[in-house]
């Protein structure tokens, strides 16, 4: 592990090597941010998004927290999604879990978490709409790897729900919505291949916040 130094001196390395090759890069960087991506993902810090996705800094808008969660009552993941769908006009959300969560396996824990309670509620509310699929899967890494997917999708359909996301689609034909999972035994990614036309059409009978009768 590095010291706090070294950090500096990591910085100042990787900025002479930014530029050694392409003299203008921060001049670049810092002119416009418009990113077609925005990643949501878990706050562990062997996930990270640029790395993983073989992506620039300024070509991916990302937000993270523990469990890579969508809560509509969370101030900061909705400001995040509507400045990217509204201002940004990024063309894919996606959220992206993985295999060996801790906030997922901490919430399959029937124990009390203290300041962690309402927060990992969400996850533990994932397993109660899908206990019964979840439970019948005798290999408990098994269910905890399925609960990860399951989190994935529904923090989708959270994002689903907003209003941003349904009145740029209708408007524009985007955002599309993914979910994956990354795997930090193969270092890939898992694409869920959710069915996003069909998640909206389900969404719209309950959350429909456009002024139109249907989306398609």
């Known amino acids: 592990m590095p010291s706090y130094e070294q950090l500096f001196e990591n910085n100042r390395r990787w900025a002479a090597e930014k530029t050694k090759g392409d003299p203008q890069y921060f001049e670049r960087l810092s002119a416009e941010h418009n990113p077609d991506y925005l990643y949501i993902g878990c706050s562990d810090s062997r996930v990270p998004a640029n790395e993983i996705m073989g992506v620039e800094p300024g070509e991916v808008f990302v937000h993270r927290n523990v ?5 509509n009552v969370d101030l900061n993941v909705m400001a995040v999604i509507n400045y990217a769908v509204r201002y940004l006009s990024v063309k894919h959300i996606i959220v992206c879990g993985h295999y060996g969560c801790q906030g997922v396996r901490a919430a399959m824990q029937p124990r009390d978490l203290g300041i962690l309670n309402p927060w990992l509620r ?14 019948a899967l005798a290999d408990q890494e098994a269910r905890y790897a399925r609960l990860v997917e399951l989190n994935v999708t529904e923090q989708c359909i959270s994002i689903i729900k907003t209003a941003a996301v349904q009145r ?14 990354f795997d930090m035994r193969t270092g890939h990614l898992k694409d869920l291949q959710l069915d996003f036309p069909q998640l ?15 989306i398609f």
Do not use: C, I
């Not at 509310?125 to 979840?134: F, G, N, P, S, T």
């Open 67 to 71: 469990a890579n969660l969508v809560n």
């Open 122 to 135: 969400n996850v533990r509310d994932v397993y109660r709409l899908h206990k019964a699929e979840l439970d």
């Open 168 to 181: 740029s689609y209708v408007n524009g034909g985007f955002p599309t919505v993914h979910g994956w999972v």
């Open 200 to 214: 909206l059409r389900g969404v719209q009978e309950v959350y429909n916040l456009t002024d139109k009768d249907t």
